[in-house]
């Protein structure tokens, strides 16, 4: 675990493990999709509606457990200071928050046929708008550190401080009376039957697969852009006349 | 020697914080308890009842065979119940949602009147986290009999 926390490790690890993870969770997603968009059958109350499932699901798991993956990725900077883990949580942020996002879109157009209304302040809902702006957050903190020099440490404590979100959010239709249903997965017992629930695991492995595909991708992408820059400047600092250097460095953040 | 003992020192700081947000979290939301909840069950409106004319919702289930149209063709009356005896009396003019049948759960948005009726301007239907395909209805509906069998022997 440790080894892999060393860039160069990281990248020639990443080189095959990202198309590896972007083909197959791009086929599982596909497939799982297909399956459930166009073959299962409608339900008894729902009907058509139902088919919602196949996205929603996958993207609040998604949503939720791209922050936990932040919240992990601050606690290992904080403590062990590895050199990736800003890179993982800042390159998960933009992507959880975009399933955020289809999580909350799509239970909204779910939530008019089925509850009557598009948006209710409930427990479950409220919380789950407040993992979107936390996100928002997370990612013009992370941004503004990066750019300006900042210390990571700041959005690394947000990370984790932000965490206590999750289990409120899991735990929020247990809690509290809300319109959202409580959970149909738990432990060991499925409320969903076996001819959704089938398509709905495989969706969720297939968008998980994606996502850790897209997260690969763009800490690959993050690291090459702080090479880049490191050589930029080194190459300004040694070069003779001195009035490039503020071009070129502003060139990079421009990128 | 002296990094590791860094090291130790904020994996145990982090831990500390980290129970410290938990159980922070943990406090407000059972400080919260009662007010972040968005409905009311029958057995919470009969217990500690709003003012008359009070804006609140009421979340219950809509008991079997209590769902009838008034005379004026546009109220629907029926009886909401929770998951004890309780049970409020509800009247509403309006659209049915789709999912408002009898047995079913449902939220209404309005306010008790002084004849203890509950007066709703809003109904939301509310789903159960149960997802059946058309196809084995009929099997769920022995289920729920089962289910519903097994409630009435637990609550004797």
Redesign the interface.
């Known amino acids: 675990m440790h080894g892999y926390a060393n860039p160069t490790r990281f990248l020639s690890l990443a080189s095959w493990l990202t198309p590896l993870l972007l083909v197959s969770g791009a086929v599982l997603t596909i497939g799982a999709l297909a399956w459930g968009l166009l073959v ?7 009907g058509e509606t ?1 088919r919602i ?1 196949f996205i929603h699901v996958p993207s609040a798991w998604l949503g939720m457990g791209g922050w936990s993956g932040i919240a992990i990725s601050s ?1 290992a900077l ?3 200071k590895h050199p990736l883990a800003a890179i993982a949580a800042r390159a998960i942020a933009v992507p959880g928050m975009v399933f955020t996002a289809i999580c909350l879109a799509t239970g909204s157009i779910w939530g008019r ?5 598009w948006w ?4 479950r809902l409220t919380s789950m708008l407040v993992l979107l702006f936390l996100y928002a957050g997370y990612i013009a903190l992370a941004q503004a550190s990066a750019r300006d020099g900042g210390s990571i440490k700041i959005p690394a404590i947000f990370g ?2 932000g ?2 979100n999750i ?2 959010i899991n ?1 929020s239709v247990v ?5 959202h ?4 997965l738990t432990a060991g017992k499925s ?3 076996g ?2 629930l089938v398509p709905l695991l495989i969706a969720v492995i297939g968008f998980s697969l994606l996502f850790g595909g897209v997260v690969l991708m763009r800490m690959r992408t993050l690291i090459a852009e702080m090479q880049v820059e490191a050589r930029l400047r080194r190459r300004a600092l040694a070069d003779d006349g001195p009035q490039n250097q503020p071009i070129q460095r502003r060139r990079v953040r421009d990128a | 020697m002296s990094t590791v003992k860094a090291k130790h020192q904020r994996l145990v700081l982090v831990v500390l914080a980290l129970v410290a947000i938990v159980l922070a979290g943990l406090f407000a939301a059972y400080a919260l308890r009662n007010q972040a909840n968005y409905f009311y069950l029958p057995e919470q409106m009969s217990a500690n009842p709003p003012e008359v004319g009070q804006a609140v919702r009421l979340g219950g289930m809509v008991q079997a065979g209590s769902l009838e149209w008034l005379e004026d063709g546009v109220t629907v009356a029926f009886v909401v119940t929770g998951n004890e005896e309780a049970s409020v009396p509800v009247q509403y003019s309006g659209i049915l949602p789709d999912l408002f049948v009898e047995g079913s759960g449902v939220v209404a948005e309005g306010s008790l009147q002084t004849d203890g009726t509950f007066l709703a301007s809003n109904l939301l239907a509310k789903h159960d986290e149960n997802y059946v395909p058309r196809e084995l209805e009929g099997l769920h509906a022995n289920d729920a009999a089962q289910q519903a069998a097994e409630t009435v022997s637990y609550s004797e």
């Open positions: 299962v059958s409608p339900d008894r109350l729902m139902v499932l606690a904080l403590i062990w046929p089925t509850w009557g209304t209710v302040w409930d427990g984790i401080v965490a206590i289990p409120i735990r809690w509290w009376n809300s319109l249903q409580p959970p149909s409320a969903i039957d001819e959704f």
